[in-house]
């Protein structure tokens, strides 16, 4: 099981994230994608996606294919 990519403000504001990710298999194939969003992050604290993931390829490459921070209201 994999875990989603994670995030790690540096903003000194509370934050919200989005952000879409996909798993690639060693040929290229994309095996599955997903989006992500994560709010009211503390500056400091990690922020981790909530969707995890069971693959049955190894060697599974993810790549964030897109990344958006705003801050909190």
Same mark, same amino acid.
């Given at each position: 099981m994999?875990?989603?990519p994670c +995030?790690?403000p =540096?903003?000194?504001e509370?934050?919200?994230y989005?952000w879409e990710?996909e798993a690639v298999? /060693?040929d290229? %194939? =994309?095996?599955y994608n997903?989006?992500?969003?994560? %709010?009211d992050?503390?500056p400091?604290? *990690? +922020? @981790?996606?909530e969707? /995890?993931t *069971?693959?049955? @390829?190894? &060697?599974?490459?993810? &790549?964030v294919t897109?990344?958006?921070?705003?801050?909190s209201?």
């Amino acid at each position: 099981m994999r875990r989603t990519p994670c +995030a790690v403000p =540096r903003s000194s504001e509370k934050s919200d994230y989005t952000w879409e990710w996909e798993a690639v298999s /060693p040929d290229g %194939t =994309r095996l599955y994608n997903s989006s992500e969003i994560t %709010t009211d992050v503390q500056p400091g604290q *990690t +922020a @981790t996606g909530e969707s /995890p993931t *069971t693959l049955k @390829t190894s &060697n599974v490459k993810i &790549n964030v294919t897109e990344f958006d921070r705003s801050k909190s209201w």
